[in-house]
């Protein structure tokens, strides 16, 4: 103890020792946060280039966050699905309202891996089929459904054996997912950037023939944009670049700013659910949903996911303009950008935090950029020349 009478041990010591060590946490303490900005306990300045891996959409504190976040509080925190909201079912009239079009009804929850899971759920209720064909390093959340249309070994193994009934195809792949969907298929679920896997965005060719395959097959199409919807790539929903028609669509991350939330929007290929069959005690909590409104709000009205496509073309050409031999392909879209070198990502994520920038790994090889959406065109180049320098 010191002299306040306090511990000695930092922040990440005290969650080292005292938490359950799935987490590992670097020698940082971020204590406050503006825009795309971070500090830590000592006043040194940050980049953020990982939004808190994506959830951040409108930066650090921002104003109509806060203020919708404070004025809720204040009024009801807690009112469970069973009664009507006043802020739930406004979110969900203004969610609906900017959807891709067919997808017509909500089911609110907590997080990405739980929209995952009532995808799952919706489909084998629909459906009566047992199996879901997912791809080839596709990340689709941890727990045990969405573990299993998860690829990566490294979390798949330690909880064998998982839901049965799951298939991967190659990702882009479309002769392949034809040979795997057949008359037991209640779904194909798949990412249209796969951001766990690599940032590897999907054409629209291969997108629209899983939305023919599964017209033609009776399965429905889930599309998990917990990474990339709500305006991350440049359009309010990625699926809206390749005019790709899911019948559930799996959002969360950005979807409220940084407060827990994920939802699934429901589409006309599938039937009135039954009453009680799926639930969630916190899903469409009133706090998130002020959150969620306040969030949509700010990306509509000013225009986000218009400036997100500007800096992120401009953000790729900047990347692939580098030269350095450490550098073997640079892909993405919007502002999920992926750099993929030829050896291991760790050392160079540990040189770019200790020049004040804050970014993430997509697997073993891969540099991932996923900064708030309101990042300045100043700021990525300020993260270009710190990513130019340490691969110098």
Known sequence: MNAHGTSDETAPEIERRLGSGFFKPRDVTFVRGEGARLWDETGRRYLDCTAGFGVASLGHSHPALVSAIREQAGRLLSCTPSYGNDQRAAYLRELAAVLPAGLERMFLCN????AVEAALKIARLVSRRPEVVACLRGFHGRTMGALSATHDRKYREPFAPLVPGFTHVPYGNSDKLADAVTDRTSAVILEVVQGEGGVRPATTEFLLSARALCDERGALLIVDEVQTGFGRTGALFACQHSGLAPDLLCLAKGI??????G????GARVPDLPAGAHGSTFGGNPLACAA???TLRTLVDEQIPQRVRENGTWLLERLRALESARIRDVRGLGLLVGIELKEPAGPFLQALLERGIVALAAGPTVIRLLPPLVITRAELEEAVDAIEAVLA
């Open 292 to 294: 969620a409104r306040a």
């Open 256 to 261: 409220a700013g940084g407060v827990p939330m």
């Open 263 to 266: 939802a699934v929007a429901i």
């Open 111 to 114: 997080s990405g891996t739980e």
